[in-house]
């Protein structure tokens, strides 16, 4: 799979509860031919059920007993396989198509720098991975972000700072998060999407940045 030449991609990117989920899934329902390359379980292509649950033991299992019953480096092999299969789900992608990837590895990396794993060597190999054409970020409020959280009750250990997801500790691990993605992708083009109330407004800013427009 190395060898092979990567197939021209864009990646979405955007902190917690920036919507882009909600229009990646707007997107694939769209008759525009865009390819979407996600981990989200609902997103994902048939076959590759094993993800889902990777990611479902990840946040269930490993991550509240994270330097208990597990350590750091367990985590990020379990991080590892979702990166994996990002990067291969690319390379597969047929030549034509529009490739867009949600968050790629740059959101796990910089999630795990805010935690406190500043150096590791899988990091450098995951920035030796294909690099996108293009990132399209999209923005969000703390109040926006906070809301669709559920004030909270939806956080896992990854979306805060310390032992319990209050509203400043989301909030300060959000505005870091930002920053630390925005660092990541410095060297690329980045177009900027604005909250929206709509996400088919989202979706659809999204195309047009991808100069895809939607089969009638």
Known sequence: M???????????????YAGKSAALKELAGRAGGVRIVSADEELLDPGHSLIARLRRGLVGDVMPALHHDYSADFM??????AVLHLRDSIMRSPAGAPVLV????YKMLAKCRLTGLDEHPLFDWWRSFP????V??????????????????DLNPLEHYGQHGDRASFESFQADLNEALREE???LPVSFI???DQVSTVAQQIQEVLGVHELV
Do not use: H, K, N
């Open 2 to 16: 190395a060898d092979r030449a990567t197939p021209p991609f864009s990646v979405v990117l955007g902190t917690d």
């Open 76 to 81: 990020l092999t379990m991080l590892q396989t």
């Open 102 to 105: 949600d968050s790629y590895y």
């Open 131 to 134: 690099r996108p054409q293009q």
């Open 136 to 153: 399209i970020f999209l923005e969000v409020s703390a109040e926006t972000a906070w809301r669709r959280c559920g004030e909270g009750r």
């Open 185 to 187: 992708v410095r060297s």
């Open 194 to 196: 604005g909250e929206q």
